[in-house]
């Protein structure tokens, strides 16, 4: 539900050229968007609850600046889709890393073959950021990723 959390801010003002270009985040994530609205993902994790089935997606795709209300503030957003998976992976859990019985990536399956993340926007003083939630939203835990 938009505006569902105040401390979400609404971020306005933001051009789509702010957003061209390469964002990055942990373990070899990057997000690719090109002025031309296409888009290229390399090891992007899942949104919300779908992080928790801990496959990382690379594919190729779209990017859309938009107004229109989606995600979890008022302001702006960066529809990010991707429409044509090209690898699936998955992130190494605590439970693999030890050896215990279901840890294994035979037994979950690979990323879905396109989905959208819907992006929040946040002005640091580094400049402009892009996140989203993972897990649950109401823990507020946060995916960053900043332009390289």
């Known amino acids: 539900m938009p505006g569902q959390y105040a401390d979400t801010p609404a971020v306005t003002g933001v051009s789509a050229a702010e957003i061209v270009g390469t964002w990055r985040c942990i373990d070899g994530t990057e997000v690719a ?3 031309d609205g296409s888009a290229v993902v390399k090891q992007l994790d899942g949104q919300e609850f779908d992080f928790d089935d801990q496959w ?3 594919g190729a795709g779209t990017w859309e600046l938009t107004d229109r209300p989606m995600g979890w503030s008022d302001g702006q957003h960066v529809s ?5 998976r090209t690898s699936s992976t998955w992130r190494k859990s605590a439970d ?3 050896g215990e019985a279901g840890g294994g990536s035979e037994s979950r399956a690979p990323a879905p073959g396109s989905y959208t993340w ?4 946040e002005r ?4 402009l950021a892009l996140y989203f939630f993972f897990s649950d939203p109401d823990s507020r835990n946060t995916y960053y990723l900043e332009k390289a």
């Open 124 to 127: 640091r003083k580094k400049g």
């Open 33 to 35: 968007m090109r002025a």
């Open 96 to 98: 693999a890393a030890a």
């Open 118 to 121: 819907t992006l929040e926007l």
């Open 56 to 58: 990382r997606m690379s």
């Open 80 to 84: 990010l889709r991707v429409t044509r």
